[in-house]
């Protein structure tokens, strides 16, 4: 069966710092790999998507990068972080446009 | 484009209660609509998908959803409420072929009250 993995759960880094979030999906090839940001009151806003290896659709423009190196890996990076970059980060996948998003279980970054 | 609204930021029910969680979508072509739950600090868990068959769903844990094309409504709903039915909920829309995008709402905070 496929299972995600989203690493670190929680993280708590300086105003500045660089950031790197890693994915990795299992059991399936070629997903469609997604980075989500969750901000209390606001909803999913979707960051990054990718539909093959190196890849990458930006949604919103912002201190924020994303890579696929691998096709199952997904990475979410930062030269330097902002206080508003702060929040719940989500990866998820899915086999193909048609289909649900299959999600990990986040990682809380907060930004002091 | 496409969009999800959900009516209700917070929607309070008593345990045993029914449970209407509404949704309405916006899309320019027939779409997929998906329906989550997202418990405190963990990812969102597909309660039920919508991929133009039936238009009633069933999901997990005693969900449903009935796609009403005339309305663009995609509500939810549990005849009967637990407490372990509290949580926030989630509507999604794709439009799936080449569209990759998947829109969420911006989430209903069910309480469910003894």
């Known amino acids: 069966s496929q299972t995600i993995h989203q690493w670190p759960a929680t993280l708590v880094q300086p105003v500045g710092s660089p950031l790197s979030l890693e994915c990795t999906v299992e059991g399936t090839s070629n997903p469609n790999l997604y980075w989500y940001r969750q901000a209390a009151g606001r909803g999913l806003q979707l960051l990054f998507y990718?539909?093959?290896?190196?890849?990458i659709s930006s949604e919103v423009p912002q201190n924020l990068s994303a890579s696929r190196p691998q096709d199952r890996q997904f990475i979410l990076s930062s030269k330097k972080l902002l206080l508003s970059d702060s929040g719940f980060y989500l990866c998820?996948?899915?086999?193909?446009?048609?289909?649900?998003?299959?999600f990990g279980n986040g990682t809380r970054l907060t930004v002091t | 484009a496409q969009s999800v609204t959900q009516l209700g930021s917070h929607v309070s029910v008593s345990e045993g209660a029914l449970v209407l969680l509404r949704c309405n979508y916006s899309s320019s072509v027939p779409p997929y609509l998906f329906w989550y739950v997202q418990y405190p600090n963990q990812g969102l868990q597909l309660l039920l998908k919508?991929?133009?068959?039936?238009?009633l769903v069933k999901g997990i844990n005693g969900f449903e959803a009935e796609f009403k094309k005339s309305e663009t409504s995609f509500h939810l709903t549990k005849p009967s409420a637990h407490m372990s039915d509290a949580a926030e909920y989630f509507c999604?829309?794709?439009?799936?072929?080449?569209?990759?995008?998947?829109?969420f709402g911006k989430g209903t905070l069910l309480t469910v009250n003894p």
């Open positions: 999604a829309v794709s439009r799936g072929g080449s569209n990759y995008k998947l829109t």
């Open positions: 919508y991929t133009s068959a039936a238009t």
């Open positions: 990718s539909v093959g290896i190196g890849q």
């Open positions: 998820a996948w899915r086999t193909d446009s048609n289909s649900p998003l299959h």
